[in-house]
Structure formats: C-alpha cells, structure tokens
C-alpha cells in the first residue's frame, strides 16, 4: 500500500525558509515520481514543482521558480521542498502525490498522479 506524509509545515513571517518533507512508503525507491501541490483557501490546487524518479529532472512553476527547490533522497525515500523568501501569497496547504511514471512535461497537473498525502499547512504571516 502506498503511503505519502508530509511534514515541514508551519507559521513563518515574510522572508523566512521552511523544508517540507514528503516520506513515501509503498514504492521501491526510484521507481515514482513526485509532485508539490498546494491550495490555497478558496483556491483551485496548483502544481509547483515536480521531480523524475532519480532526481536529476525537476520542473517549477512560473511563481516560485528561484524560490522552490526540489530534492530527493531515495535511500531515505523522501522528497524534500526547500521554500525560501516566502511570501503571504504562499500560504496553501502543501501536498505531495506520487506516480510510477509521469509524462514529465505534464507533472504539474494534478490528474497525473495515483497517490497523496494529507498535506502540511503553511501559513506565511507578521
């Protein structure tokens, strides 16, 4: 059974960094792709950046390109999002999903992926 859990969340002011940690169980190691999805309240769920099974493919959205990076550590099983300079418009409730094989350029879009997690709240605010 597959299993994503995301964790890393929480209440940080303007400028500030957090890492999101997405731990996947139920996937040998390089066999799946992931993407970070978030939602905002009110909001449809946007993709912000994706990562191919060994890690050396990775794709932004336009808004947090420079921002966002993506990483993984297969032997730990878990993807990482590195968030610097947040900013109050990147409150959202972050998801991980995940899927055996992605057409990549179609990462972002959130109909391509089998599994997720329950999600990490970020709240960016003074």
């Known amino acids: 059974q597959v299993q994503l859990v995301e964790s890393g969340g929480g209440l940080v002011e303007p400028g500030g960094s957090l890492r999101l940690s997405c731990v996947v169980s139920?996937?040998?190691?390089?066999?799946?792709?992931v993407g970070w999805f978030r939602q905002a309240p009110g909001k449809e769920r946007e993709g912000v950046s994706c990562?191919?099974?060994?890690?050396?493919?990775?794709l932004y959205a336009d808004s947090v390109k420079g921002r966002f990076t993506i990483s993984r550590d297969n032997a730990k099983n878990t993807v990482y999002l590195q968030i610097t300079s947040l900013k109050p418009e990147d409150t959202a409730d972050y998801y991980c999903?995940?899927?055996?094989?992605?057409?990549?350029?179609?990462?972002?879009?959130?109909?391509?992926?089998?599994?997720w997690g329950q999600g990490t709240q970020v709240t960016v605010s003074s």
């Open positions: 990562i191919g099974k060994r890690g050396s493919t990775t």
């Open positions: 999903a995940a899927v055996r094989t992605v057409i990549f350029g179609l990462c972002a879009l959130s109909s391509q992926y089998d599994y």
């Open positions: 139920g996937f040998s190691s390089d066999n799946y792709a």
